[in-house]
């Protein structure tokens, strides 16, 4: 039975679907204030309806994130734009306890993006700002448990510790090299460190996408 939406709602929600469709990413909610010409807080009015309809789910700070949900999701993002889970969080600097929470989740476009079980973490340090990875970035990945020379990979140290590096075999060692002379490679055997996935991208602020 098709939900009941108000004409307001259903521009709204229009709105919303159309600039996923567009950008891959949802609008701020000043954003969508000022295209509908209507107040900041009648648009926040009308998500709570639509969230309570579960048409929509809103998550992070001040719960801003606007993501469609699975029953409205397939008009929007079943061809180019395809959501990837944000599982938890990794570090680019010392290593940090993995932590397999989910943490939402964001839309890629898939014609840049491909493969499949694509997967997104959350970045926090600074030793990899060389290679343009900065703290509070969203790496996505792809699941992958090998790793050639010089690829940036999410790597499990001692089966408990998680991080992002650059991937080297040198002397029958396993060295994960950062990309920030402040901080130094470190070298393990090859029982201490599990490949977990290969860095594919970087996705910045609310609708930068990058590649790496």
């Given at each position: 039975m098709p939900l009941s939406l108000s004409p307001?709602?259903?521009?709204?929600?229009?709105?919303?679907?159309?600039?996923?469709?567009?950008?891959?990413?949802?609008?701020s909610l000043r954003r969508a204030a000022l295209d509908l010409n209507v107040s900041h807080t009648a648009v926040a009015q009308t998500l709570k309806i639509l969230e309570k309809k579960g048409l929509i789910q809103r998550e992070g700070r001040y719960r801003r994130e606007v993501h469609l949900t699975g029953f409205d999701r397939q008009n929007t993002v079943a061809g180019r734009w395809v959501p990837v889970p944000v599982i938890g969080r990794i570090t680019a600097g010392l290593p940090i306890y993995a932590q397999q929470e989910w943490d939402g989740q964001i839309i890629v476009d898939s014609d840049v993006y491909k493969g499949e079980n694509l997967f997104a973490l959350r970045v926090?340090?600074?030793?990899?700002?060389?290679?343009?990875?900065?703290?509070?970035?969203?790496?996505?990945?792809?699941?992958?448990?090998?790793?050639?020379?010089?690829?940036?990979?999410?790597?499990?140290?001692?089966?408990?510790?998680?991080?992002?590096?650059?991937?080297?075999?040198?002397?029958?060692?396993?060295?994960?090299?950062?990309?920030?002379?402040?901080?130094?490679?470190?070298?393990?055997?090859?029982?201490?460190?599990?490949?977990q996935g290969r860095v594919i991208g970087i996705q910045r602020g609310p609708e930068v996408m990058e590649r790496v």
């Amino acid at each position: 039975m098709p939900l009941s939406l108000s004409p307001k709602q259903k521009r709204l929600l229009d709105y919303v679907r159309e600039c996923i469709a567009e950008t891959g990413t949802s609008p701020s909610l000043r954003r969508a204030a000022l295209d509908l010409n209507v107040s900041h807080t009648a648009v926040a009015q009308t998500l709570k309806i639509l969230e309570k309809k579960g048409l929509i789910q809103r998550e992070g700070r001040y719960r801003r994130e606007v993501h469609l949900t699975g029953f409205d999701r397939q008009n929007t993002v079943a061809g180019r734009w395809v959501p990837v889970p944000v599982i938890g969080r990794i570090t680019a600097g010392l290593p940090i306890y993995a932590q397999q929470e989910w943490d939402g989740q964001i839309i890629v476009d898939s014609d840049v993006y491909k493969g499949e079980n694509l997967f997104a973490l959350r970045v926090n340090g600074d030793s990899m700002t060389g290679a343009g990875i900065l703290d509070g970035d969203i790496a996505i990945c792809e699941p992958r448990q090998y790793a050639h020379n010089g690829e940036i990979v999410v790597a499990l140290i001692h089966g408990e510790e998680a991080t992002v590096k650059r991937f080297f075999i040198r002397a029958g060692r396993i060295v994960l090299q950062p990309e920030n002379s402040a901080y130094d490679p470190v070298g393990y055997g090859f029982g201490e460190v599990l490949v977990q996935g290969r860095v594919i991208g970087i996705q910045r602020g609310p609708e930068v996408m990058e590649r790496v």
